[in-house]
């Protein structure tokens, strides 16, 4: 069993960086693609970023291109998000998401295995 646990969150102005990790249990994360989600209130989870298993290939959501970095270090079975110039419309649950394959993907109902989410809230 997969198990995925994010920390890291918090309040934080606007224009604020914050960092959030996703620490996940097993002995073959490396095969693991890892994804960002995020969901606000009265709105779907969405997109944020996604990693290749090696970590040589990244995805962003445009919405946050330029401002967020997804990484991972293997050795430690982590995955990071880095956020920078943060808006009130980052505030939302944050989720790591994993699944067992190559590539990388953005759709939600594709991984199998979820965090618990920790909560972002940008205030203006």
């Known amino acids: 069993q997969v198990q995925l646990v994010e920390s890291g969150g918090g309040l934080v102005q606007a224009g604020g960086s914050l960092s959030v990790s996703c620490a996940v249990s097993g002995r073959t994360f490396s095969s693991y693609v890892m994804g960002w989600f995020r969901q606000a209130p009265g709105k779907e989870r969405e997109f944020v970023a996604a990693?290749?298993?090696?970590?040589?290939?990244?995805y962003y959501a445009d919405s946050v291109k330029g401002r967020f970095t997804i990484s991972r270090d293997n050795a430690k079975n982590t995955v990071y998000l880095q956020m920078n110039s943060l808006k009130p419309e980052d505030t939302a649950v944050y989720y790591c998401?994993?699944?067992?394959?190559?590539?990388?993907?953005?759709?939600?109902?594709?991984?199998?295995?979820w965090g618990q989410g920790t909560q972002v809230t940008v205030s203006s």
């Open positions: 990693i290749s298993g090696s970590g040589s290939s990244t």
């Open positions: 998401a994993a699944k067992s394959t190559l590539g990388i993907f953005t759709t939600a109902t594709f991984y199998d295995y």
